[in-house]
């Protein structure tokens, strides 16, 4: 399986590895996404949700679909290929500093390619 590694943007508070980094499939076929980040900061930071958001060929979101958290830095989902998917990245949800809490939502900063089988 392929991980591709990347950081969120624009803080880059967050190493990711995701996997798969680029994908070949077929309408109607499931794919696992799973994702591991680590914290490139020195204050606490905590993942509160991840999700995985679709992108057409044009940039426009089209979708996003909730992952379950498994542990406090992993999260997986299973996607079902629908066919106008182009490409996705992962949105992270996070907050730093637990006593006065700092809000951020955050794409990682590499896109990761769907091809769908002709």
């Not at 392929?2 to 499939?25: F, N, R």
Request: hydrophobic share 35%; net charge negative; with cysteine.
């Amino acid at each position: 399986m392929q991980y591709i590694e990347t950081k969120t943007t624009p803080s880059e508070y967050l190493k990711v590895s995701v996997s798969p980094g680029a994908v070949t499939v077929n309408i109607g076929e499931q794919i696992n996404v799973h994702c591991s980040a680590v914290s490139l900061v020195d204050t606490p930071l905590e993942i509160t949700s991840v999700s995985l958001a679709l992108f057409n060929s044009n940039d426009s979101l089209i979708r996003k679909k909730p992952m379950t958290l498994e542990t406090r830095w992993s999260a997986s989902t299973k996607y079902t290929i629908v066919g106008d998917e182009a490409y996705y990245r992962l949105l992270f949800d996070f907050s730093i500093n637990p006593i006065r809490p700092e809000y951020f939502s955050e794409y990682t900063s590499e896109a990761f390619q769907i091809v769908i089988n002709q």
